[in-house]
């Protein structure tokens, strides 16, 4: 379809917006699906969870479905994904990381983390900060940024213990973890763009 391809081709869009139904009740439709969509794969993302020794944070697919998410569906729908992940997370839910459900657990800071990062990287992939690998790169590590920056001073104080002891138990051991969610992204994500305009 040409209207995929040249949509593909500007800035102003992203991945989710090449999905048919873009006007009427069936775009919105299409939202709410995805909405429900994003936060649901977060969730299952949460649960591939390996403990770190010495530090209550482990590690996990969720960061990462959390950009993807924001960057996929953009700001708005990934502000709502993560929105709705953490609401019903803390009305019960147990799908927080090791199965973990309510607010104020000492990793419920990297859920907010996760919230702003994703509509942070949402909006940068509407100016098309996903269509080249070191773009790409430079959202990831920003959306990683954000939610440490909240994450990290949140362990500190739901635990009890120093800034410095919440960066040695939350941060540094994730460092080159996240370094490959990256690298992955940048592969993925300008990929998806190419193959989508090849497709239209």
Sequence with gaps: MATAAATASRTGTVLADLLPASTGARARVRDAALVLGG???TGVAAQIAVPVPGSPVPV?????????????LGARRGFLSLALYALVGMAGMPWFANGAAGAGGATFGYVLGMLLAATVVGSLARRGADRSPLRTAGTMALGSALIYGIGVPYLALSTHISLSAAVAAGLTPFLIGDALKAALAMGALPAAWKLLGRRG
């Excluded at 996990?60 to 996929?72: D, N, P, R, W």
């Design 39 to 41: 936060a649901a794969l």
């Design 60 to 72: 996990t697919g969720q960061t990462f479905a959390a950009l993807l998410v924001g960057t996929a």
